[in-house]
């Protein structure tokens, strides 16, 4: 079988190109051989290994002639529409680009995760109000919930999608997509195909990996790490816009001798990381599509603290693998974080049982035998 993938990366950027990366690499050792049709300017070598062709040019359908297209996240919907016609089309749904306004699911004043497909809430919940960052362009874009629809009409002809959560199966289910057509597929990296669990840390410490975005929630973890007790260090992994204000929010809090900043880390030292935290933090404001981070820290024998957004609960049991708060409470947060503190022989059974939970629910080859038989079944 030969499989076309479509996303408008041509390179590594964020957890989107992991997984495709590592999807069209274990396939292809499985000799099925992958080309990426992308819009990438400049891409890279080392993300393009996998592809026995890649290309800009919509026309590598014809070159390439493959039996079934696995769309990532295409440079534009019109494109899923006229591919879908040519030739049987999988949709992989890695966030909420799709039925979203904002890209985020949650509200802009409230903060609260958004459960209402698009529509009139886009509207009176100011969703529609957007920031445009296009060098000499006004601060602010107006977008259309008629052009969002029309971008999920454009899908039509897709026969599968795939998502990484339930709670995702049921966003798209909200948004008109019938959920006999989507199958709910947990993406695990090649990063996870033999995981290592660590040993307890010797000192109480608090981790947090992944972006630094507001959506991801670490003004959040800092608001409860200052009413959270106890002689506890933090470390923030991570790079992205919201960096810089949450720095000054450490300052303000009085958290800057506590809390580290170490900005974007190469993948293979997160494993020290890991290994001096007590527990991993997910305070995630946005409802996770999946929640990868915390796959990764339980894996390594961390228990994760995170609320309840989006897929995180389908993979945290709380009081087994980890505690699991209400979506945005702060307070819960902070007396969650402080009950693993003032108990590590607790936290460190909770991360024994979260590494065997892993090991034992969720496989990278097991990811491929899935894809691999969705992609067939779409054929």
Not at 29 to 38: D, S, T, V
Request: proline fraction near 7%; aromatic fraction near 6%.
């Amino acid at each position: 079988m030969r499989i076309l993938h479509v996303h408008q990366q041509g390179r590594f950027f964020g957890g989107v190109e992991q997984i495709l990366h590592d999807t069209a690499a274990g396939l292809a050792a499985q000799g099925l051989a992958q080309a990426l049709l992308h819009d990438d300017a400049a891409p890279d070598d080392a993300f393009l290994a996998p592809f026995a062709a890649h290309g800009r040019d919509p026309e590598l359908l014809q070159r390439f002639r493959p039996d079934a297209i696995l769309v990532h996240k295409p440079p534009q919907e019109a494109l899923v529409e006229s591919l879908s016609r040519r030739c049987p089309t999988t949709r992989m749904v890695h966030d909420h680009d799709l039925v979203c306004l904002r890209r985020h699911k949650y509200f802009p004043v409230s903060g609260r995760i958004c459960r209402s497909p698009a529509g009139i809430d886009c509207y009176l919940h100011l969703c529609f109000v957007t920031r445009d960052r296009t060098p000499g362009a006004l601060p602010v874009a107006l977008r259309s919930v008629r052009r969002q629809r029309a971008g999920i009409a454009a899908n039509a002809g897709v026969r599968t999608f795939i998502v990484g959560s339930q709670w995702m199966r049921q966003s798209l289910a909200g948004n008109g997509i019938d959920p006999d057509r989507v199958r709910v597929i947990h993406p695990i990296p090649a990063a996870l195909a033999a995981p290592r669990a660590l040993p307890p840390a010797g000192a109480p410490a608090i981790l947090y990996v992944g972006q630094v975005i507001r959506g991801k929630g670490v003004d959040l973890l800092l608001r409860a790490l200052a009413v959270t007790p106890g002689a506890w260090r933090a470390t923030v992994v991570g790079d992205g816009n919201h960096l810089p204000a949450c720095r000054d929010l450490a300052r303000r809090l009085g958290l800057e001798q506590r809390v580290r900043f170490t900005g974007r880390v190469a993948h293979a030292d997160l494993e020290s990381h890991y290994a001096s935290a007590s527990f991993t933090a997910v305070p995630s404001r946005w409802p996770e599509p999946f929640g990868m981070v915390g796959i990764e820290a339980m894996a390594r024998g961390r228990p994760v603290v995170g609320f309840d957004a989006g897929g995180i609960a389908e993979w945290l049991r709380d009081g087994d693998t980890g505690l699991l708060v209400p979506a945005g409470n702060v307070t819960a947060l902070a007396a969650a974080m402080a009950r693993l503190l003032a108990d590590p022989a607790a936290a460190a059974a909770m991360g024994a049982r979260a590494a065997r939970h892993v090991a034992a629910q969720f496989s990278h080859q097991d990811y491929l035998q899935q894809m691999r038989r969705t992609l067939e079944d779409t054929v």
